[in-house]
């Protein structure tokens, strides 16, 4: 039977631009050595949307922008039931499914989901409600503390609050806390602080990114992570740890590890992990989630799980989290991208 053809998004209008360049060519290997015919579209931090036709390689450079043959501009088709990518001179392709591999803002929040929802086109990840959901930090924590889930103390502000409202906040959530945007990922624009001076500056700087910041509390103890794959039918992978070597796990820690480690199995006890994982499970539906997503929380020393948040797009590395906890339960990288594809195809 002929493999469905899969129209990739990469790139993307957000902080994480470059986050998704190294998981969507990891992504379009995978694709192209499963057999399943591919159509690269790329968006740029501007917004512009490219087909594009070059080396897999250039992608995860950075570099794919370089040769402007092999970029040519695109637009989907939002006629419902015409999955068409159309291209210049009246020439389109078509495809079957969308793998949009977003991270951030314009891409993982919904926004994406929802425009090809809208067009009737299959879309393999989780849908507008869940994606957007689970986006929001306040908002999830709101939903996963009525699944019955512990949650982070914390305070939500919005752009033009008096700074004195937020020191207050601040000061009765006690240091060190954190600070964050709303929408937000790959821990940009989110800084620990460790006392009332440096409040300003982080407030300032988790504004420059949303219009909604949060006050976090800090969690003691360390942060785990359980992938979760399926829709009707759920199978997660071996919960990991994050050990860290330094104040928190921020942007730099998370793709590079200078100082942290990922321990997959995490070091913990065999019935604290199927914890972790029927928690994820637990959570996963209660986000309406679908085909895949990673949920984290942190672990106290007291042995209780608190929610952290959920990815609804994870990095698709073949060193990332989320694959290397479901290697670790015995599914290669290949046969995962196979598998996210067969449950995005599903109506």
Not at 7 to 30: D, I, K, P, R
Not at 33 to 60: K, Q
Not at 83 to 102: M, W
Not at 195 to 213: N, R, Y
Request: include cysteine; hydrophobic fraction near 40%.
């Amino acid at each position: 039977m002929l493999k469905p053809t899969i129209l990739v998004l990469f790139g993307g209008c957000s902080s994480e631009h470059t986050v998704s360049l190294s998981s969507a060519c990891a992504v379009l290997g995978a694709l192209k050595r499963r057999g399943y015919p591919v159509l690269p579209v790329a968006i740029t931090p501007e917004g512009a949307w490219f087909y594009y036709t070059g080396p897999l390689d250039a992608i995860e450079r950075g570099t794919w922008s370089a040769d402007a043959a092999l970029c040519l501009p695109c637009l989907p088709s939002l006629t419902r039931g015409e999955n068409y990518l159309y291209l210049p001179k009246g020439e389109k392709r078509s495809y079957d499914a969308v793998f949009p591999v977003l991270h951030g803002k314009n891409g993982e929040d919904g926004t994406v989901q929802g425009l090809f929802e809208l067009a009737g086109a299959p879309v393999i990840g989780c849908g507008v409600l869940s994606s957007a959901l689970c986006m929001d930090k306040d908002r999830s924590h709101k939903i996963a503390s009525q699944a019955g889930v512990r949650v982070p103390e914390s305070a939500v502000f919005q752009q033009g609050d008096d700074l004195s409202l937020i020191e207050a906040a601040a000061e009765k959530l006690g240091y060190p806390l954190f600070v964050k945007p709303v929408r937000g990922g790959s821990s940009i624009g989110i800084t620990k602080v460790l006392g009332p001076s440096a409040l300003s500056s982080a407030v300032t700087a988790a504004f420059e990114l949303d219009g909604e910041i949060l006050l976090e509390k800090e969690v003691p103890g360390f942060e785990v992570g359980c992938a979760v794959l399926g829709t009707d039918s759920l199978t997660t992978g071996q919960p990991d740890e994050i050990e860290l070597g330094g104040a928190f796990f921020g942007f730099e820690e998370k793709y590079s590890l200078k100082t942290s480690r990922i321990h997959c199995p995490a070091r913990v006890s065999p019935e604290k992990a199927a914890e972790i994982q029927e928690t994820a499970k637990l959570l996963f539906r209660a986000f309406g989630c679908r085909v895949c997503a990673r949920v984290d929380f942190f672990l106290t020393p007291q042995g209780e799980l608190v929610f952290n948040e959920v990815n609804t797009i994870p990095g698709f590395t073949a060193h990332s989290r989320y694959p290397g906890m479901m290697r670790a339960v015995g599914i290669g990288f290949d046969e995962l991208i196979e598998k996210l594809v067969s449950l995005g195809v599903q109506p």
